[in-house]
């Protein structure tokens, strides 16, 4: 006889889930001949009990009586073009052994982890400061030159806790082929990948991490049980990332699946004529980024794609999505697939944040409201600051007497969607395509500290011009977000590969190079100004003053009816202009609330700068009612603050 029916219905999810007395099991192979499950429970044999049933959309189906967390199991497909075994499309986790791509799928409970984050909000889209980092390279002090694993970046969080982001966004988390990955070829949506999980017998520094972050917060620990699976691993450190206040935002990929799919896969998972790629269940036979094209077409697929994106938010407490290369989705005719993506996940989850990676002469359509035939998605990344201020900074290492265009910074400054728009860019200086090792060289840029001296990355002009390109990001409009290493002054290219040491982060710089300690204090107490500047998170901004003689820009922020005017002043010139004439919103005393000058060789013996502040008087300039004579330091932020 088939598998049992029971528990089986049109409404049960795909996978193995668990159910009272045992597992349902659902798999979509609309022209297989028959779908078997196998297991522990039928020693991997095929056999009339574990012959699923197929209903009228093309899923096979069973219920298996006593299967458990941690029951081992595969589909077996026979289909016209071959037979053989199939991973699981939605598998929670994969075995180690055998090894992948021969792994075996782990049925595991969505339920089991005692979650600690019950109290957490993300912030809003327009708090938001993001930290994008590779998971792979995030190694701590003392694990070695090794793949880092999820519960390495426990030794990080109090880190980035202190330098003031408040979302991290690590690479692609999901199964990919081999072990080093930027995670862009995942083929296994719903597993973890296993590299980032760490064995068994290594836990024990693990689990006491894990439970000193949390009893620091006066929470209850979490029990060894809880860190033996790939779930259970990835679960604490989203959980600990949200009990110390860190939204988590997963970049996921749902333009293209990795190219090294293997028989196991879910790429011919009916085994319908394998030769022919126009056969292929999920694909086109169309290739992008080295992978193959979702066949967006059919509405098993789409909805395949959103049932992922649903169950990171449900199952791991994700807080929201960046969108690999949305353009390329509707260039390959996915844009109807967006606007159902996009309107189920603010359906289920509205303050998860929606970042769409759009490269279009017009991003609004990203951003648009899907009634207005827009993708729907709630953020966009904007490179429209970052050309125009590695623009100006490059101009910079001309010396003194080169052209500086500040109207180019000026121009961008301004929300590129508009008033009201300027929480929806997300806005950066670096990411991991501009500076990934292995990109070919006229794909790659510089990072900040190279681009501001090509000649010495530790010179005052390197360190202070960065000051400026990292200035001008953390207090424009819109969502800002740092690339691993940016905070400290890491001027290398980075690889994924770990034993790539020439590429690999030095942590260690930050007691043995005064430079990258300095720039991270800048970073940490720049962040912490802004939090503190409810306009610097705003959406007002009026660029007052460019001189590109002088090399000199100035700008107002601030909050309709608020109070809580600031003033940002920008200098590239390499000399310090003593008594400066600036216009101000306001007559009064204006606090020096951020001077970055203090922060070369801090405390900088030779700051230049206005001590506590200065004082507007009625003198009218540059447009605004009030004016200062001010210290502008060369290459420098200075932040005026009212509040």
């Known amino acids: 006889m088939p598998a049992r029916q029971d528990s089986i219905n049109g409404q049960t999810p795909m996978g193995a889930n668990l159910v009272p007395d045992g597992c349902t099991f659902r798999a979509w192979a609309p022209r297989a001949r028959t779908v078997h499950i196998c297991g522990e429970f039928t020693s991997w044999q095929r056999s009339d009990d574990g012959l699923l049933v197929r209903d009228d959309a093309g899923c096979w189906a069973g219920f298996v009586p006593d299967v458990?967390?941690?029951?081992?199991?595969?589909?077996?497909?026979?289909?016209?073009?071959?037979e053989g075994w199939k991973r699981d499309p939605y598998a929670r986790e994969l075995s180690r052994h055998p090894e992948y791509p021969h792994s075996y799928?782990?049925?595991?409970?969505?339920?089991?982890?005692?979650?600690?984050?019950?109290?957490?909000?993300p912030p809003a889209f327009s708090d938001l400061v993001i930290y994008q980092f590779h998971v792979g390279t995030f190694y701590s002090p003392g694990k070695g030159r090794r793949v880092a694993r999820f519960l390495d970046v426990l030794y990080r969080i109090e880190y980035l806790v202190e330098l003031g982001v408040n979302a991290i966004e690590p690479l692609p988390i999901d199964e990919f082929p081999l072990d080093i990955s930027l995670g862009y070829n995942g083929v296994d949506y719903f597993a973890p990948e296993m590299a980032y999980s760490v064995p068994v017998a290594e836990l024990g520094p693990y689990l006491d991490k894990a439970n000193a972050l949390l009893a620091a917060r006066g929470q209850p620990p979490v029990a060894l049980a809880g860190l033996t699976t790939q779930v259970g691993q990835l679960k604490t450190l989203i959980d600990i990332c949200h009990v110390y206040g860190l939204a988590v935002l997963l970049d996921v990929v749902y333009n293209?699946?990795?190219?090294?799919?293997?028989?196991?896969s879910l790429y011919f998972f009916d085994r319908a004529h394998d030769n022919n790629p126009n056969n292929s269940l999920y694909f086109t036979d169309q290739d992008m980024a080295?992978?193959?094209?979702?066949?967006?077409?059919?509405?098993?697929?789409?909805?395949?794609?959103?049932?992922?994106a649903m169950f990171w938010l449900r199952e791991y407490h994700a807080d929201g999505f960046r969108y690999d290369e949305?353009?390329?989705?509707?260039?390959f005719g996915g844009w109807r697939f967006c606007q159902d993506l996009s309107s189920t996940i603010r359906f289920v989850k509205p303050e998860a944040a929606q970042i769409a990676e759009y490269w279009n002469p017009d991003p609004s359509w990203a951003v648009r409201p899907v009634q207005h035939n827009g993708a729907g998605f709630d953020l966009f990344w904007d490179d429209d600051l970052r050309d125009a201020v590695r623009g100006v900074v490059s101009q910079a290492t001309g010396g003194r007497d080169a052209f500086v265009n500040l109207d180019a910074v000026r121009d961008k400054l301004y929300p590129r969607l508009g008033q009201g728009q300027a929480w929806r860019s997300v806005n950066y200086l670096e990411n991991h395509d501009f500076l990934w090792m292995v990109h070919p060289a006229e794909e790659r840029r510089p990072r900040v500290a190279a681009l501001a001296d090509p000649s010495d990355s530790r010179s005052w002009y390197a360190r202070s011009r960065a000051r400026v390109a990292n200035g001008l990001l953390l207090t424009a409009p819109g969502a800002p977000m740092l690339f691993m290493g940016q905070e400290f002054l890491e001027e290398k290219y980075w690889a994924d590969n770990p034993a790539d040491l020439g590429h690999s982060l030095w942590w260690d710089g930050l007691t043995h190079d005064k430079a990258m300690s300095d720039h991270l204090r800048f970073t940490r107490e720049l962040l912490a100004?802004?939090?503190?500047?409810?306009?610097?998170?705003?959406?007002?901004?009026?660029v007052f003053h460019v001189h590109n003689d002088n090399r000199v820009l100035a700008f107002h922020r601030w909050l309709e009816g608020a109070g809580r005017d600031v003033v940002v002043v920008v200098s590239l010139n390499e000399s310090t202009f003593g008594c400066y004439r600036l216009g101000f919103p306001q007559r009064g005393w204006w606090r020096e609330a951020f001077n970055s000058d203090v922060y070369d060789n801090w405390v900088n013996p030779q700051v230049a700068g206005n001590g506590f502040g200065v004082h507007a008087d009625e003198t009218s300039f540059h447009g605004l009612p009030a004016s200062a004579t001010l210290v502008i330091p060369a290459n420098s932020v200075l932040i005026f603050a009212r509040g």
């Not at 949305?326 to 260039?331: E, M, T």
């Open 529 to 542: 100004v802004r939090k503190q500047q409810p306009a610097l998170r705003g959406e007002l901004i009026n």
């Open 105 to 121: 799928c782990i049925v595991r409970d969505p339920a089991a982890h005692p979650w600690h984050d019950q109290g957490f909000q």
């Open 256 to 264: 293209h699946a990795g190219g090294n799919f293997g028989d196991e």
């Open 68 to 82: 458990r967390d941690g029951t081992e199991y595969k589909f077996y497909v026979v289909g016209e073009g071959s």
């Open 290 to 308: 080295g992978g193959r094209v979702f066949a967006y077409r059919n509405p098993n697929v789409c909805q395949f794609l959103i049932n992922n």
């Open 326 to 331: 949305v353009s390329a989705i509707d260039r």
